[in-house]
């Protein structure tokens, strides 16, 4: 989200600006304005709109070189939408989200995790694609949904997100062929 200061500064990966676009046009179709929940002290909530999947939220360092030290040796590698799903884990919102199949965004979050000084604020890591939060039971009828399943994009890099929000990208360079 834009205009947003986080406790911790976090990794990530943005779709493409196509498959984004049809994320948040999908939202706008199927989330009406008046089911979303919004609080007026924290601008995160509602419509989402930087389409990203987070790798791992909760790094103390405003650097991204250490990040970008891990990183550096990885290849790039592909990720796969899956259904519709709920976050249903607030009493006062739901989280409207796509979940990703990726097994190395699992071997990522566990490298950074485990090299990094990071408080782990969501023990089990859950990748996914954020819509939109919602009030409580008002997107029940779109848990499921496929119309984002088998979508697929590429990953060429991560981009670190500074606690105020500067964000760096951190290329995946291919590996050359021998």
């Known amino acids: 989200m834009h205009d947003v200061v986080y406790s911790y500064s976090s990794t990530q990966i943005y779709l493409p600006d196509e498959l984004s676009d049809r994320i948040i046009q999908w939202g706008s179709l199927h989330i009406a304005n008046g089911d979303l929940y919004t609080d007026p002290g924290d601008p995160s909530f509602g419509r989402e709109n930087e389409i990203h999947t987070t790798i791992l939220y909760g790094i103390h360092s405003d ?71 919602v009030q409580p039971g008002r997107a029940d009828v779109l848990n499921g949904s496929r119309d984002f399943a088998g979508e697929r994009f590429r990953v060429g890099g991560i981009v670190f997100s500074s606690r105020s929000g500067k964000k760096t990208l951190l290329p995946i360079a291919p590996q050359a062929r021998t």
Do not use: M, W
């Open 63 to 133: 650097d991204p070189a250490p990040v970008q030290a891990l990183v550096r040796t990885l290849r790039p590698f592909t990720c796969k939408l899956s259904s519709v799903s709920l976050f249903k884990t607030s009493a006062k919102f739901d989280v409207v989200k796509i979940d990703v199949r990726c097994p190395e965004l699992h071997l990522l979050h566990k490298l950074l995790s485990g090299n990094l000084e990071v408080t782990n604020c969501y023990p089990t890591y859950r990748p996914h694609v954020t819509i939109a939060y």
